[in-house]
C-alpha cells in the first residue's frame, strides 16, 4: 500500500513536468517552430478544431512556417484564427498555403517571453506541490484509519517530499533551457 503512495505522486509529478514542457515548446523563439501553433484552435464546421488536424505545417524556410489546409474552404478560418491567437504574427495568404513570417525578436519581446515562461514555471511547481498536498492528505488518512504506522508515515513524507524537490528542479532546469533559447540572437 505504502508504495502505492509513492507511484501515484511520482505518476502525477511526472505529467505535471510534461505538460509544462508542451508549454515551453508553444512558446515561439526567434526561429519558425511547428509548436508554437499547438495552441491555435480554428472554427471549423462549428467545432474549436487544433490547427495541425486541418492542415499540414511545414518549415520551409528558417524562420517562416508554411500551413497547407486539407480543405480550401478553411483558408479564412486559418487565417482569422492566427490573428485572433497571442503569436503577434499576420498571416500571408498566396493562394496556395498560408505563410507565417517569424520576425527578429526585439529585446523588449525576449523579456516579456521569459516573463511568461517563468509564470508557466511557476504554475508547474505549483501543480506538482498540490500533487504532494494530496497524496500527503491520503498518508495522513490511511495514518487515521490504522492502515499505516507512524514510522511509515514519516518514511513516506520524506520520499514524497524527495520526489517533490526532484521534479521542481526538473521545471526549473527546464526554464532555464527555454530561457536560453528565448535570449539567444
Known amino acids: 500500500m505504502t508504495d502505492q503512495f509513492i507511484k501515484d505522486a511520482k505518476n502525477r509529478m511526472e505529467h505535471a513536468v510534461e505538460a509544462t514542457q508542451r508549454d515551453f515548446a508553444s ?4 526561429r519558425a517552430n511547428p509548436q508554437v501553433l499547438q495552441r491555435v484552435h480554428v472554427e471549423y464546421y462549428g467545432v474549436e478544431t487544433p ?14 512556417l508554411l500551413i497547407k489546409p486539407y480543405d480550401k474552404t478553411a483558408f479564412a478560418a486559418i487565417e482569422k484564427a492566427i490573428m485572433k491567437s497571442d503569436l503577434g504574427i499576420n498571416p500571408v495568404n498566396d493562394g496556395t498555403g498560408i505563410r507565417l513570417n517569424f520576425p527578429q525578436m526585439t529585446e523588449d519581446r525576449r523579456k516579456e517571453m521569459v516573463k511568461q515562461v517563468h509564470a508557466r514555471a511557476e504554475e508547474g511547481c505549483v ?4 500533487v504532494r498536498r494530496d497524496v500527503l492528505h491520503h498518508v495522513d488518512k490511511a495514518l487515521k484509519d490504522k492502515e499505516l504506522g507512524e514510522d511509515e508515515k ?13 521534479y521542481v528542479a526538473e521545471i526549473h532546469d527546464l526554464q532555464k533551457k527555454k530561457d536560453a533559447e528565448l535570449m539567444e540572437v
Open 27 to 30: 512558446y515561439r523563439t526567434g
Open 51 to 64: 490547427l495541425n488536424q486541418i492542415a499540414d505545417i511545414s518549415v520551409p524556410e528558417p524562420r517562416q
Open 154 to 166: 514519516k518514511r513516506l513524507e520524506n520520499e514524497i517530499q524527495k520526489l517533490t524537490d526532484k
Open 127 to 130: 501543480a506538482i506541490r498540490n
